[in-house]
């Protein structure tokens, strides 16, 4: 089936550091979603991105959707120990269609 | 925090059985879906609906129906469970998917166990 790569896998960073990740697709895909997982709870939607190109922030939070809508990409400024927990990306190929979800991105963060 | 739950949260069972697992919304919203969540495979779409009486087929269908009678209520039934069932399953429900004006929640899931 359709496959969207996500990496890094897992990251280990000091509080205070910028943390980036991303996923690629060989598909194009119309829209891009990225979601944050905390221990024992479901995916919150944190940027939905809808347009190639288009740079959407969510207070130290910033998604690109890549300009050949094969891929995006998540930015955390300054990062902070609340920030812990497994990041996932998700493509949609149409509107109203199927999501497809990258393997997810553990991050640690260190006091 | 959104209307959505889901019972049971955990449920262990025997090979063979069958298994219904319930999703139930206060949002009124059209979409609903259920997804499986295993260690290196993100989330994997099982099935989803778009009305009632309205489903359709997700990546990893095969050993699951599913039915939506109400807006509220979408459940997913496998029929004779098998260990490789074992996961935690999420539904989730969005309204006007690939818009702008685009809502999305996740239920807190539930732990299946097929012994």
């Known amino acids: 089936g359709q496959q969207l790569n996500q990496s890094p896998q897992s990251m280990f960073i000091q509080e205070g550091e910028d943390v980036s990740m991303n996923c690629t697709s060989s598909?194009?895909?119309?829209?891009w979603l990225w979601y944050k997982q905390e221990p024992g709870e479901g995916p919150v939607l944190l940027i939905a991105?809808?347009?190639?190109?288009e740079l959407t922030s969510n207070g130290r939070l910033t998604a690109q959707f890549g300009i050949t809508r094969k891929d995006s990409f998540l930015n955390i400024s300054a990062s902070i120990p609340s920030d812990v927990g497994i990041y996932f990306c998700?493509?949609?190929?149409?509107?109203?269609?199927?999501?497809?979800f990258g393997q997810g991105t553990e991050l640690s963060v260190k006091p | 925090d959104a209307g959505i739950t889901q019972s049971p949260r955990h449920k262990v069972t025997e090979t063979g059985t069958p298994v219904t697992l319930r999703c139930h919304q206060t949002?009124?919203?059209?979409?609903m879906y259920w997804y499986r969540q295993d260690p290196g495979h993100g989330l994997r779409l099982i099935h989803y609906?778009?009305?009632?009486?309205?489903?359709d087929k997700g990546e990893v269908s095969d050993g699951y129906s599913v039915s939506r009678s109400k807006t509220e209520d979408f459940l997913l039934t496998l029929e004779s469970a098998t260990s490789s069932q074992t996961s935690v399953y999420f539904c989730?429900?969005?309204?006007?998917?690939?818009?702008?004006?685009?809502?999305?929640?996740f239920g807190p899931g539930t732990r299946l166990l097929v012994l």
């Open positions: 989730a429900i969005s309204s006007r998917p690939g818009t702008s004006q685009e809502t999305q929640y």
């Open positions: 598909s194009i895909f119309n829209t």
């Open positions: 991105l809808y347009k190639a190109g």
């Open positions: 998700a493509g949609r190929r149409n509107q109203g269609g199927k999501l497809i």
């Open positions: 949002e009124n919203h059209r979409y």
């Open positions: 609906s778009y009305g009632v009486k309205d489903t």
